[in-house]
């Protein structure tokens, strides 16, 4: 298996596994930030404010992962 | 920055395809320092933010206009969410500035990368501008700035020694282990500010020229819409989450319970 081929595969894994755990953790932020508004509704805009500022965390997890595999393919 | 050609000189090879680069491209090179693509958006970022300013200054009435009227509610807004995180008026006040112009910054910088001509006006086969946050070199000097600050503001608030006896404590073992690891997690945060902001607004950039490529009047444009709403989060996030950390620096080190 040459270089190129071998680095599309790797590519192709590090941005797709690597976004597994963060599109999960991004769930269940969610969906307890819906059981919580669903709890008390008036609370609403602090619960969502807090979901976002969580929601950001997971996600540069997943950013991570994708520059990891944009600097495989492209540098 | 990143181009779709269709074909390329003369298709010898048939290459078609997106000609994405991680770094920024240097435009000119005056005396050693390079000028890339981005920091000319950066300039004009600049200009744009200041000379509105300038030019906002001398407007200024006791009847606000409606332009006045806008900037003063988002003035008070984020100074108002500023006092009622950090509890002091007083210290919102001192970083008011700071916070104001990370968003400001970070916010006109990324949706000025979709005004037409920013990535397709050539200048010796290479874009002329480029997205400020697409060039690592942009996020990492905000998320230096950032750093910094958290920790001045942590050791002029509480003391060198005190604050550093937030994180390397002699207290009990499990203290200590937790103490090195928030050690870690603060250095940590220069990458993953910088990362972030790189990370959204490169792949945003990526993700619309591959729809440019396939189907290139339509499919762009719920793309682009969403791009414009995640550069507006992302100001948001930054300038939010220097405001995080600078209030968890200040804070006393027996009240914390939670982080």
């Given at each position: 298996m040459d270089i190129e081929s071998a680095r599309l595969i790797a590519m192709a894994l590090a941005a797709g596994l690597g976004v597994i755990g963060p599109g999960i953790g991004i769930g269940i932020i969610g969906g307890?930030?819906?059981?919580a508004i669903g709890r008390n509704p008036e609370a609403s805009g602090k619960i969502v404010s807090n979901m976002i500022?969580?929601?950001v965390f997971t996600e540069a997890l997943a950013i991570l992962a994708l520059v990891v595999a944009?600097?495989?393919?492209?540098v | 920055m990143a181009i779709p050609e269709a074909a390329v000189e003369g298709g010898a090879a048939g290459h078609a395809g997106i000609h994405v680069v991680l770094k920024a491209e240097e435009i000119w090179n005056i005396a050693g320092f390079p000028i890339t693509n981005s920091?000319?958006?950066t300039w004009l970022t600049m200009i744009i933010l200041i000379g509105f300013a300038l030019l906002f200054r001398r407007q200024i009435a006791m009847v606000p206009s409606k332009l006045q009227a806008g900037v003063e509610m988002l003035f008070e807004g984020v100074l108002n969410y500023m006092a009622e995180?950090?509890?002091?008026?007083?210290?919102?006040r001192r970083f008011f500035p700071l916070i104001m112009t990370i968003?400001?910054?970070v916010f006109v910088a990324n949706e000025l990368a979709f005004v037409p001509g920013v990535g397709s006006l050539l200048y010796d086969h290479v874009p002329f501008l480029r997205a400020s946050a697409a060039d690592l070199n942009f996020t990492l000097a905000l998320a230096i700035i950032s750093f910094l600050t958290i920790e001045i503001t942590g050791v002029a608030a509480l003391g060198f020694f005190k604050y550093a006896g937030k994180y390397v404590t002699f207290k009990s073992p499990v203290d200590f282990v937790v103490g090195i690891i928030e050690l870690l997690s603060n250095v940590g945060r220069l990458i993953s500010f910088s990362f972030r902001l790189f990370g959204n607004i490169f792949a945003g950039e990526v993700m619309i020229a591959v729809a440019i490529f396939f189907a290139a009047y339509l499919l762009p444009v719920p793309l682009m819409a969403f791009e414009v709403f995640v550069g507006f989060i992302q100001a948001v996030v930054f300038a939010m989450l220097t405001l995080f950390f600078i209030k968890i620096a200040i804070m006393e080190p027996h009240g914390e319970e939670a982080h």
């Open positions: 307890g930030a819906m059981q500022l969580a929601i944009f600097i495989i393919r492209f | 920091l000319l958006m995180t950090l509890e002091s008026e007083k210290l919102a968003f400001l910054l």
